[in-house]
Nanobody, 115 residues
């Protein structure tokens, strides 16, 4: 099973930016969809953004216009650029990769938006 390793989380002030990275242990060409979820303690995971092999993207309404997902196939990496961050964006962010019915998850990276 593929290993996914996220990085780039941290503490940022409201209005600030962060870029999350998710590096896969194998070629991301093998995955039909890659994306990011986020989770606040004791609440269900929320889908944030997805990107297909063809580069089509989709976003949760709560992040449209502020977040951008992208992929670098040469680096086996998926990114989540997060701008104009709000306190309600505070969560653990998880990347995932789908291949057929198999979904793989990263370990998560904490994002905290606070002054």
């Amino acid at each position: 099973q593929v290993q996914l390793v996220e990085s780039g989380g941290g503490l940022v002030q409201p209005g600030g930016s962060l870029r999350l990275s998710c590096v896969a242990s194998e070629s991301i060409f093998r995955f039909s969809i890659l994306g990011w979820y986020r989770q606040v303690l004791a609440k269900p995971r929320e889908l944030v953004a997805t990107i297909t092999g063809g580069g089509s993207t989709n976003y949760a309404d709560s992040v449209k216009g502020r977040f951008a997902i992208s992929r670098d196939n040469a680096k086996n990496t998926v990114y989540l650029q997060m701008n104009s961050l709000k306190p309600e964006d505070t969560a653990v962010y998880y990347c995932y990769a789908d291949r057929g019915v198999l979904r793989s998850w990263g370990q998560g990276t904490q994002v905290t938006v606070s002054s």
